[in-house]
């Protein structure tokens, strides 16, 4: 997912960018309100991860102002303030969750697991392809003949088509889900990364499409 990072401690942004990497999200950060503002309005996030105390503001004018324009993209606020009151405030702003600094990156990757289920509307990290199962957790899918262990970016692009089982996703809007500002990436990436997960999807009644002159679509056949 395409994730973005408003945090203007230095090193606490360079170690969460570099650890969302890791995971095969893309990241672009904002150290302040105002590049928060610019980025959120040239692009469309999953998710905003969003601290508190800001050189140029509090991160909830930015919370206020971005949900009184009707983004609903959900948002984690990142904060030092661990009364009760604040964490209500923060919730009752539109915040969709919320972690405590300092935190651990296992605590927070499983925060974003959990917003992604509940803005697909699951609630487990498995989900039934076919005659497969893909388990966002551990990042496999499972048949009755085989384990495959999904590679960062193909889990993330899965991720994207499984949210959006039937809907006709261009290269365009993959690339942007997929890559942040900074990656320099064409739309052919995305034929390689398509190519991959077909393979590893192979004959089980899933597929992704090819919309001709427009782009894919995760199709499922019923049994």
């Not at 300092?102 to 605590?107: A, L, Q, R, T």
């Not at 993959?174 to 999807?201: G, Q």
Request: hydrophobic share 40%.
């Amino acid at each position: 997912m395409r994730i973005l990072l408003v945090e203007d401690n230095v090193e606490l942004a360079k170690a969460t960018v570099e650890r969302l990497h890791l995971n095969g999200h893309a990241v672009d950060h904002a150290a302040n309100l105002s590049g928060a503002n610019e980025l959120s309005r040239i692009a469309s996030y999953d998710l905003v991860l969003l601290d508190i105390m800001l050189p140029d503001g509090d991160g909830r004018a930015f919370l206020r102002a971005f949900r009184a324009r009707k983004d609903n993209t959900p948002v984690i606020v990142v904060t030092a303030r661990s009364q009760v009151s604040d964490r209500v405030s923060i919730l009752d702003l539109g915040a969709d969750d919320y972690i405590v600094k300092p935190f651990d990156f296992d605590e927070l990757e499983a925060r974003i697991r959990a917003i992604l289920r509940r803005k697909s509307g699951s609630r487990s990290n498995e989900v039934i392809l076919g005659d497969i199962r893909f388990d966002r957790l551990s990042g496999t899918l499972k048949s009755e003949e085989d384990e495959i262990e999904l590679r960062n970016r193909e889990l993330r692009l899965l991720e994207i088509f499984v949210d959006s089982t039937n809907v006709i996703l261009s290269k365009a809007q993959l690339v942007d889900h997929l890559f942040s500002f900074d990656e320099e990436v064409s739309e052919n990436a995305i034929e390689v990364y398509v190519a991959r997960l077909r393979k590893h999807l192979g004959d089980n009644r899933v597929t992704i499409r090819t919309v001709r002159g427009v782009g894919y679509k995760l199709e499922i056949e019923d049994a």
